[in-house]
C-alpha cells in the first residue's frame, strides 16, 4: 500500500532535483492552513447544517518550481505556469445532520443515526499544476498586485478513520439500522474503522497578493475527489442502496504564505 506514496515522493524528488539543475528555474515555499469540509456519507446531501457541522481543519506545505522568476527567455508556459508540490493533513470530526435525524418525535432509527459519530484523518503528498491568469514577471514585479489562478492535479493519501456510536457496538441490530449493517466493498458491513491509501484528483480556484518582493499570501478554494467511498467510514451497499453514488470528496479553504528563496 506504500508503494503509490514511494513513487509519489521520488517523483517529486525528481522534479525539485532536476529544478535546482537548471539556472533559469527558481524556488519558493510555503505554508498554508485553513477549514475542511468533508462531502460523504454522513449527513443529507446539499444540506448546509451538513457542510458546516462535518468541517475539520487542514494544514500543509508547499513547494513551487517557478520557470519565470530567473527566466529571461518569455514564453506562455515560463509565464502563467508554476509546478506546485505539497504534502497536507486535514481532520475532521463526522456525524449525521439534516432531515434524516431532525424527526419529531424521533423514532429508534433517528435516534441512532444522532448518536452515530466517526473521525477522519488524511495525510496527502502530491504535484499540481498552477495556472496564473497574468504574467507571472508582471506580479512580482509589482507589490500589491493580485494574480488570480486555476491548478489541477493529484496526490496519494493515506486515511484513517474511526466509525463509533454511543450506543454501543456498531454490529448490533439495535444500534445501527440495517443500511449499515449489510456487506458493502468487501467489508463485512456497510461501515469500517480502517487506515488505507487511496489516490485523489484535484482542482482549485485562488488568488496570490504580492505582500513583498520575496513573499505572497494566498487565498484558494480546492475540491479534492478521492478514489474511495471509505474515507469517512461510511460505504453503505451501491448495489442496493442506489442514493450512495458518489466517492468521498473534500472542499479546502487555504490561507497561505509564500516565501522566494533567494535567485
Do not use: C
Not at 506514496?5 to 533559469?24: E, H, K, P, R, Y
Not at 443500511?179 to 458493502?184: I, M
Request: charged share 15%; net charge negative.
Amino acid at each position: 500500500m506504500l508503494k503509490p506514496v514511494i513513487i509519489t515522493l521520488f517523483a517529486i524528488l525528481g522534479i525539485s532535483s532536476a529544478a535546482n539543475a537548471q539556472s533559469d528555474l527558481a524556488q519558493e515555499i510555503g505554508i498554508f492552513a485553513g477549514p475542511v469540509t468533508l462531502q460523504s456519507d454522513f449527513g443529507q446531501r446539499h444540506n448546509l447544517d451538513t457542510n458546516v457541522g462535518n468541517s475539520g481543519y487542514g494544514i500543509g506545505l508547499m513547494h513551487f518550481i517557478n520557470f519565470s522568476a530567473a527566466n529571461n527567455r518569455e514564453s506562455f508556459f515560463t509565464e502563467h505556469f508554476k509546478v506546485r508540490s505539497e504534502l497536507s493533513f486535514s481532520h475532521t470530526e463526522l456525524k449525521h445532520f439534516g432531515k434524516w435525524v431532525e424527526k419529531k418525535p424521533p423514532t429508534l432509527a433517528v435516534i441512532m443515526l444522532q448518536n452515530m459519530h466517526a473521525s477522519t484523518t488524511t495525510v496527502g503528498l502530491g504535484s499540481q499544476l498552477e495556472f496564473s491568469f497574468i504574467k507571472i514577471h508582471d506580479f512580482e514585479n509589482t507589490v500589491g498586485s493580485f494574480s488570480p489562478y486555476l491548478s489541477a492535479g493529484f496526490q496519494v493519501n493515506y486515511y484513517s478513520t474511526k466509525v463509533g456510536s454511543r450506543l454501543g457496538d456498531l454490529t448490533l441490530p439495535n444500534v445501527t439500522i440495517g443500511k449499515y449493517l449489510t456487506p458493502s466493498d468487501g467489508r463485512p458491513h456497510g461501515f469500517s474503522t480502517e487506515t488505507g491509501v487511496v489516490v485523489s484528483a484535484t482542482g482549485g480556484v485562488g488568488v496570490h497578493y504580492k505582500l513583498t518582493t520575496m513573499s505572497d499570501l494566498m487565498f484558494e478554494t480546492r475540491f479534492q475527489m478521492y478514489s474511495s467511498d471509505w474515507i469517512d467510514g461510511l460505504n453503505p451497499n451501491k448495489d442496493i442502496y442506489k442514493e450512495n453514488k458518489s466517492n468521498d470528496w473534500q472542499v479546502w479553504f487555504n490561507f497561505g504564505y509564500i516565501y522566494y528563496l533567494e535567485f
